[in-house]
């Protein structure tokens, strides 16, 4: 299974494509595409995008109760921040919203 | 400390203009990424992780406190309140905004400060020893002449494509602080017969995924030569260098295919065409930039050393500190303070605005308003006095920074790794933090004495692990995180690079095996005076491996 990522044009974000085509920064939305075909299909339609967002990648994924996970460290690293300052990246806003 | 004329100010103000513009036709659409990615890399603009970095220049490693404010200002107005100081005596942003960014370099600009040439296949930022123009054991202050190089390489129309960076380094003194036989080139200033400058001269040193030790080409280049010798290695480099692999383009890789002989008589030859050209240094200028670096004008102490005596024998922690992190002066009375940046389970590195503002403070009231950054990312307070050490420490101790670990196992250098870096194979700051927790009883620190741990996510050797006594790479395996040890490399004094020992470990196991070798060491040594790294070479990598994984 795959999801597509890339980084905000303005701003460098860490994004992720969602089912409706927006870029969002949970990755926990992102889309997740059964076929590599699609995500291909759906990869280059993104890649033209390329005043919103810098060098979409595919990246290869599973699905945890529910919610997209990635399955490389690195991006899961992505997805959540620096493993080493959790008061920063997504997982800040995550803990936030915990407390 | 060198001062901007009108000349440079408008040039860098032009540059941020320049990028100002680019940055928009980016976000317009005008320009791809394609067009854009060389233009923002030229401006330190790179794209990592979590979003855009910006590594900014430190010339040399050289900073006075309103420089220092503002790279605190832009930690807190275009980042998330910190930075991270590098090993190559540079700051980098972890977070900044590209549409920002223009902002950012307009600011830095204002305290003669800017990105130029900290990316890209051109002359990288020169670094030069922390200690320069304080240390006890300097023959020639190298300050001077990183500036003349770095007027010399900035935009250098021929050299801004080289086959690959090209990174110099210099030193002026007896002990090599600035690493510089692991630099493309490495220069240490020296004085002649009659007190004249000249420069031992060091070519093809380097880390990265082939480290090699620099050959030297020059016994003492006279002082009026040094620009149209560089220039004369740059152009054979520029010329045979590699720009066919990108792996075997650095320098070092030409000097070790072509032979030291065969290379030093091209370089001969060429320089010998050049060498009463336009190059040539007039004393008169050499004269006029050694002038921004005039002595601090340090008034006599007569009584700052029995004064600390004093303040050293009531306060342990603070006597602790003097041991460790501050070392003699040229001048009587001074002493030169380096502020560790590696509390325990602190990142190698980082400093918060706030912190940044502390040692700003200090340096103005204290320190003759002269900052340095080391490539161990430290800082260092050049030019205290002993009677004000107490007052530094004090505050210090308030912001955070006192740890007295400068040059023991806890005072890790480490890359940003996988927890920023896109390159990166694994992360390293939680194998430094680890480490240094594992090891953070400052009793047991101090037994084990000096001791250097370099950690680097991925061959790229960042966090300089190939010259680490104990050196740590991360590899990935099967998609997990695993960690290679070399043991024996040293920079500086004696480089030498490490030997790898065998399989890596994992995060745990690394954090076990290094305890181990350090237990193994404290067992072996022959006495209190004999470091990790004596002890290492007297006995050989056997028993060390051995301990790592167990008698084969
Ligand atoms: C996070 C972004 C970074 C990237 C993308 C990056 C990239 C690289 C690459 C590709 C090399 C290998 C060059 C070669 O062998 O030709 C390298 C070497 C090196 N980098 Fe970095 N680096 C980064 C951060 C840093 C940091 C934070 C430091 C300082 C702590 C640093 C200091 C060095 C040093 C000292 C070397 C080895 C010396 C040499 O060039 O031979 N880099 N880097
Ligand atoms: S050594 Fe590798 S992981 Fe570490 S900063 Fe350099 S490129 Fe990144």
């Known amino acids: 299974m795959k999801s597509i990522t890339a980084n905000r044009l303005k701003d460098g974000e860490a994004v992720w494509l969602d089912a409706r085509g927006a870029w969002v920064t949970d990755a926990r939305r992102a889309a997740v595409f059964r076929s590599d075909d699609e995500a291909a299909a759906m990869l280059e339609t993104v890649s033209r995008q390329a005043d919103v967002v810098v060098e979409p990648y595919a990246i290869d994924v599973t699905v945890e109760a529910g919610t997209m996970v990635p399955v490389r460290l690195r991006e899961r690293i992505r997805a959540r921040g620096p493993t080493v300052r959790t008061d920063l990246g997504p997982q800040a806003a995550l803990a936030a919203v915990a407390a | ?552």
């Not at chain 2, 940055?23 to 659409?29: A, E, M």
């Not at chain 2, 009587?332 to 990142?347: P, R």
């Not at chain 2, 060491?521 to 301990?547: C, H, I, N, S």
């Open chain 2, 1 to 552: 400390m060198y001062v901007y004329d009108d000349f440079d100010a408008a040039f860098v103000k032009a540059r941020v203009a320049q990028f100002r513009d680019q940055v928009n036709r980016r976000l317009s659409g005008e320009l791809t990424e394609e067009q854009f990615k060389p233009l923002r890399l030229m401006n330190g603009v790179y794209l990592q992780l979590h979003g855009y970095m910006l590594r900014v220049a430190i010339p040399y490693g050289v900073l006075n406190s309103a420089q220092m404010r503002m790279l605190a200002h832009v930690a807190r107005r275009y980042d998330r309140g910190y930075g991270h100081f590098t090993t190559r005596q540079n700051i980098q942003y972890n977070w900044p905004k590209l549409v920002e960014i223009p902002d950012l370099l307009d600011d830095l600009a204002r305290v003669e400060m800017h990105a130029i040439q900290t990316s890209g296949n051109c002359i990288r930022n020169t670094t030069a020893d922390p200690f320069a123009g304080a240390a006890a054991d300097e023959f020639v202050d190298p300050r001077p002449y990183a500036e003349i190089i770095r007027q010399w390489s900035s935009l250098h129309p021929e050299f801004s494509f080289l086959p690959r960076k090209f990174k110099v380094a210099i030193t002026g003194a007896t002990v090599d602080r600035a690493a510089i036989k692991v630099h493309d080139i490495g220069l240490k200033a020296l004085r002649g017969a009659d007190g004249e400058v000249g420069f031992e001269v060091f070519v093809g040193g380097g880390q990265g995924r082939t480290p090699m030790i620099a050959k030297k080409v020059r016994d003492f280049l006279p002082e009026e030569d040094l620009l149209s010798y560089l220039e004369a290695i740059l152009r054979v480099y520029n010329l045979h260098g590699r720009r066919d692999n990108k792996y075997k383009a650095r320098i070092k890789i030409l000097v070790h295919e072509t032979g030291t002989e065969e290379l030093k008589a091209e370089i001969e030859a060429e320089w010998e065409r050049i060498r009463e050209g336009a190059l040539k240094l007039p004393k008169a200028d050499v004269a006029r930039i050694a002038a921004f670096f005039a002595p601090a004008g340090l008034a006599e102490r007569p009584d700052a050393a029995s004064k600390l005596a004093t303040e050293r024998a009531s306060d342990a922690g603070f006597d602790a500190w003097v041991s460790r992190n501050v070392v003699a002066h040229k001048v009587e009375g001074y002493g030169i303070a380096t502020i560790s940046l590696k509390a325990v389970g602190e990142i190698p590195g980082d400093a918060s605005a706030e912190q940044m503002e502390a040692v700003a403070d200090l340096a103005e009231r204290f320190g003759h308003d002269d900052i340095r950054v080391t490539h161990e990312q430290n800082l260092v307070l050049p030019h205290v006095g002993l009677d004000d050490l107490k007052a530094v420490y004090d505050a210090l101790v308030e912001a955070g920074l006192a740890s007295a670990n400068a040059g023991l196992i806890s005072d890790i250098i480490a890359c940003p790794g996988l927890d920023y870096c896109a390159l990166a194979n694994t992360r390293s700051i939680p194998i430094a933090t680890r480490i240094a927790e594992r090891f953070a009883d400052a009793e047991r620190q101090r037994l084990i004495g000096d001791m250097k741990i370099k950690i680097s996510g991925c061959i790229n050797a960042c966090g300089h692990h190939h010259v680490g006594h104990i050196g740590i790479l991360g590899v990935e395996k099967k998609g997990q995180e695993f960690y290679q040890i070399t043991l024996g490399g040293s920079a500086g004094d004696e480089t030498s690079i490490g030997a790898v020992a065998g399989r890596g470990f994992s995060e745990d196991a690394v954090i076990d095996a290094v305890e181990g070798l350090v237990d193994f060491y404290l067992t072996e040594r022959r006495d209190a005076g004999e470091t990790f790294l004596q002890t290492y070479r007297r006995l050989g990598p056997e028993p060390f491996k051995g301990v790592l994984y167990g008698a084969q």
